[in-house]
């Protein structure tokens, strides 16, 4: 920037020339010169190629105008709470070393017309949105000293967070979901997918905070980092929970139920076959129990001790006589009959075996279908309350 400073120094008035007379920068060297400085200044130097970048004019009245050619480097206490979203308010503060107010008075020369320039300041992170000169005196323990400020409101560029923070958090996050549309028991691609995504996140989140103050406070953009991770990581937990379902305690559990069940299943059907008898006068003896056909078919045969037993079919609808049997007769369509029923019972409760084994899919399934409607909405809703928050 180019600093000016102008004072009035009767010893060095002239008359005779009605000009003004620019001396070369040595000769600064010999002249009184404010001592004025940077008061948050970190490290600022004067240009000095090809020549110290310094100027002197001289009034016929004793005026003189000094100027220098200087680079700054400012220190300014930022809130970074709504970092990036958020706005700055940096200070440039001239001040008067030495001298006290006793001795010196600094003011804006020109008003708001002093400081010029600024709108075609271009900065790669900020932009300048307004800026006001103040003066105003500070004190000391060695006195009470003139100071200036100039203080310029920055509102940070968001551009650049967009395209590397903003956007491939949102774009790794939507990609996680993926997973809901792979098959349930792809467990490599999905696991692998679900453990990128976290890593990816993980690296974004890194990167950030290692161009970033240590702070102890959290930031805007952290909560988004935070919650983008949240989603990432729930995503994979969505799927450990798919796969506990279908390969876990789920399955187990059930199929000790059916075994139970099946086993008490099998003695109910050898109750079965003794619930229907015939004496020896041909009375049919029926017991106070609920008569079933667990064979599958329309006739039923039972069989008695007795060799003058007689055999009675029934179906559905009535009970048949049909003839007198012997006893041999009897005995082997007892023993057929037996095993047919045995080796039913068997059959049935195989099958029960080969149901609990393959679980039932629609509840696998229905979790990623609800998971493919519920993170999209919570995702959509987690950044419209982030943006609006912190845009307003």
């Known amino acids: 920037m180019y600093f000016q400073q102008s004072w009035r120094d009767k010893r060095l008035s002239y008359s005779g020339i009605p000009l003004n007379l620019t001396l070369d920068n040595r000769v600064a060297d010999q002249l009184w010169v404010p001592d004025t400085y940077f008061q948050n200044d970190k490290k600022s130097f004067v240009h000095g190629v090809t020549v110290k970048n310094r100027m002197i004019r001289l009034h016929p009245d004793g005026t003189v105008l000094y100027g220098l050619r200087i680079t700054t480097t400012a220190a300014c206490m930022m809130d970074l709470r709504r970092y990036p979203l958020d706005e700055q308010n940096c200070t440039l503060e001239i001040e008067s070393y030495g001298y006290t107010t006793d001795d010196i008075e600094f003011y804006w020369n020109g008003g708001e017309s002093a400081v010029t320039g600024v709108n075609n300041i271009e900065l790669p992170q900020f932009s300048i949105v307004d800026y006001k ?121 059930q199929k000790k139920t059916a075994g139970r069940a099946g086993h008490a299943t099998g003695k109910k059907s050898k109750l079965e076959t003794n619930r229907v008898q015939v004496d020896a006068h ?111």
Not at 325 to 345: E, F, I, P, V
Not at 371 to 386: G, Q, T
Request: with cysteine.
């Open 133 to 253: 000169m103040v003066s105003k005196r500070v004190e000391f323990t060695t006195g009470a000293y003139p100071r200036l400020s100039l203080s310029f409101r920055l509102k940070r560029n968001i551009g650049y967070f967009i395209l590397q923070t903003y956007m491939p958090s949102t774009l790794i996050t939507i990609l996680s979901w993926v997973s809901f549309w792979i098959n349930y028991d792809a467990s490599a691609a999905r696991v692998a997918l679900g453990i990128t995504t976290v890593l990816t996140m993980t690296t974004i989140s890194t990167h950030l905070r290692e161009t970033l103050p240590k702070i102890p406070y959290v930031k805007a953009i952290d909560i988004y980092l935070m919650g983008c991770f949240v989603f990432v990581f729930l995503a994979l937990l969505e799927y450990a929970f798919v796969n506990y379902i279908f390969f876990g305690k789920g399955p187990q559990h």
């Open 282 to 392: 041909g009375n049919m003896l029926l017991r106070p129990l609920e008569i079933r056909n667990d064979v599958g078919s329309s006739d039923v045969s039972m069989s008695l001790r007795d060799p003058r037993a007689t055999t009675y079919m029934y179906d559905s609808a009535n009970l048949q006589y049909r003839r007198a049997t012997s006893s041999r007769d009897l005995y082997n369509r007892s023993a057929l009959d037996r095993h047919r029923l045995h080796k039913k019972g068997h059959l049935r409760r195989r099958a029960s075996q080969i149901k609990v084994k393959i679980p039932d899919l629609t509840d696998v399934n229905l979790i990623d279908k609800w998971s493919r409607m519920v993170f999209p909405i919570m995702f959509i809703l987690f950044n419209v309350v982030y943006w609006l928050y912190y845009v307003h």
